[in-house]
T-cell receptor, first 112, second 112 residues
């Protein structure tokens, strides 16, 4: 969905490096989410934000941090990347009061 | 932990046949959604069914929900090769509006 964009689309990094994944949306939604998907598995929630001043941990927040710079921007950081953080990362948005989420195209991250 | 569990994990059918996927969940829910994911890409919302609904249709999709059995099924009729994808159920638990919990998905392959 072009309304939700993620950068970069692919990233290779080394153990111990700090990296940032960025998400932008033009849908005007208040809520934004970061998910992680491991091969053959469903999505696990890392962090979510219901508005600019509201940040909440999800199921697997350890080793990650986020920043909601504006309504339209939500960034995910890996403070010190480790190999088991190799995964596909998705950003999603939703409108307050609605349960449907709209996903970005994903960032494929490989930590060596 | 994953709220939903899909069954089967993989399904292979011929074009024109119907495909049925099942989802079971553990706690009370407000609603249940089905999403589709084409290989390595973002998820796309298909249909949402609320806890007070038993059946819903959208085009070739039919979703049922049985809250007493904590289960849902997704039926795709007259399948096409373009339906080849992974299908995930996602639930909104009773106390967690705005957050989704995903199952591990069913991989559907439709052979031309």
């Amino acid at each position: 969905d072009a309304d939700v964009t993620q950068t970069p689309r692919n990233r290779i990094t080394k153990t111990g490096k700090r990296i940032m994944l960025e998400c932008s949306q033009t849908k005007g939604h208040d809520r934004m989410y970061w998910y992680r998907q491991d091969p053959g598995l469903g999505l696990q929630l890392i962090y979510y934000s219901f508005d600019v001043k509201d940040i909440n941990k999800g199921e697997i927040s350890d080793g990650y941090s986020v920043s909601r710079q504006a309504q339209a921007k939500f960034s995910l950081s890996l403070e010190s990347a480790i190999p088991n953080q190799t995964a596909l990362y998705f950003c999603a948005t939703s409108m307050a009061g609605r349960e449907t989420q709209y996903f970005g195209p994903g960032t494929r991250l490989l930590v060596l | 932990s994953q709220q939903g569990e899909e069954d089967p994990q993989a399904l292979s059918i011929q074009e024109g046949e119907n495909a049925t996927m099942n989802c079971s969940y553990k706690t009370s829910i407000n609603n249940l959604q089905w999403y589709r994911q084409n290989s390595g890409r973002g998820l796309v919302h298909l249909i949402l069914i609320r806890s007070n609904e038993r059946e819903k249709h959208s085009g070739r999709l039919r979703v049922t929900l049985d809250t007493s059995k904590k289960s849902s099924s997704l039926l795709i009729t007259a399948s096409r090769a373009a339906d080849t994808a992974s299908y995930f159920c996602a639930t909104t638990p009773g106390t967690s509006y705005g957050k989704l919990t995903f199952g591990q998905g069913t991989i559907l392959t439709v052979h031309p």
